[in-house]
T-cell receptor, first 118, second 114 residues
C-alpha cells in the first residue's frame, strides 16, 4: 500500500509569485485535505476535496485554491505569495466525503512541502 | 465550532519516567479526538484516536489516552519514556458534523533526557 506523497519537498519563492504544490493520496482514498503549518504552530485546515469538488474550507483567502483529479491526487495553488505564506504545507488523504462519515475514517498525512517566501 | 488547547508547549522528562501531555477541547457536538506525532522534518503520524465506545484508547508505541467528557480532556500518557519518543505531539478534534476538518492544538514538544 502506497502512502501519501507530496512534491516538491522544499520550495523557495519570492513575494508576489505563484506556487503549485502536489499531493498523491493513499491507495483507496478519495478525499484530500490540505493544511498549513506555520513554524512552531499546529496545522490549520485550508480546504478539502472530495470527488474533484471543494468540500469544506477554512479561514483562508481565495488566493488559496485547489484541484482534485480523477485519480484523487490534488494540487494546492497559492497566488500572490506573501511572506506569511512561508510554512509547511501538509496534505492528508482519507476515505469518505460529504454526509455520513465512517466513524473509523482517519486522515493520513504526507511528509509535507516546506515553502519559503522571500 | 471546536478548539483545542494543549497545556505546556514544552515538556521534559527523564528516560523511563511517565509521560503526560495535556489536551483540552471544546466542541458543541460529540467530538472525535486524535493524537498525532511529528518527528523533525516529517509529516504527522497518527498515534491514536477516540470516536465512540471505550473511553481509554490505546495507540502505537505504548501511548494511550483517556476521553473524559466531564473534564473535556483527552490527555496522552505513556508509562515509561524512551529517547525515541522525543518529538512534537499534536492533539486534534473533529466534530462529527464538521466533515473531515481537523482542528489542531498548538503542539507540545516532548524532550527526553538520558
Amino acid at each position: 500500500e502506497t502512502g501519501v506523497t507530496q512534491s516538491p519537498t522544499h520550495l523557495i519563492k519570492t513575494r508576489g509569485q505563484q506556487v503549485t504544490l502536489r499531493c498523491s493520496s493513499q491507495s483507496g482514498h478519495n478525499t484530500v485535505s490540505w493544511y498549513q503549518q506555520a513554524l512552531g504552530q499546529g496545522p490549520q485546515f485550508i480546504f478539502q476535496y472530495y470527488r474533484e469538488e471543494e468540500n469544506g474550507r477554512g479561514n483562508f483567502p481565495p488566493r488559496f485554491s485547489g484541484l482534485q483529479f480523477p485519480n484523487y491526487s490534488s494540487e494546492l495553488n497559492v497566488n500572490a505569495l506573501e511572506l506569511d505564506d512561508s510554512a509547511l504545507y501538509l496534505c492528508a488523504s482519507s476515505r469518505g466525503g460529504t454526509g455520513a462519515f465512517g466513524i473509523t475514517d482517519t486522515q493520513y498525512f504526507g511528509p509535507g512541502t516546506r515553502l519559503t517566501v522571500l | 465550532a471546536q478548539s483545542v488547547t494543549q497545556l505546556g508547549s514544552h515538556v521534559s522528562v527523564s528516560e523511563g519516567a511517565l509521560v503526560l501531555l495535556r489536551c483540552n477541547y471544546s466542541s458543541s457536538v460529540p467530538p472525535y479526538l486524535f493524537w498525532y506525532v511529528q518527528y523533525p522534518n516529517q509529516g504527522l503520524q497518527l498515534l491514536l484516536k477516540y470516536t465512540t465506545g471505550a473511553t481509554l484508547v490505546k495507540g502505537i508505541n505504548g501511548f494511550e489516552a483517556e476521553f473524559k467528557k466531564s473534564e473535556t480532556s483527552f490527555h496522552l500518557t505513556k508509562p515509561s519514556a524512551h529517547m525515541r519518543d522525543a518529538a512534537e505531539y499534536f492533539c486534534a478534534v473533529r466534530a462529527n458534523n464538521a466533515g473531515n476538518m481537523l482542528t489542531f492544538g498548538g503542539g507540545t514538544r516532548l524532550m527526553v533526557k538520558p
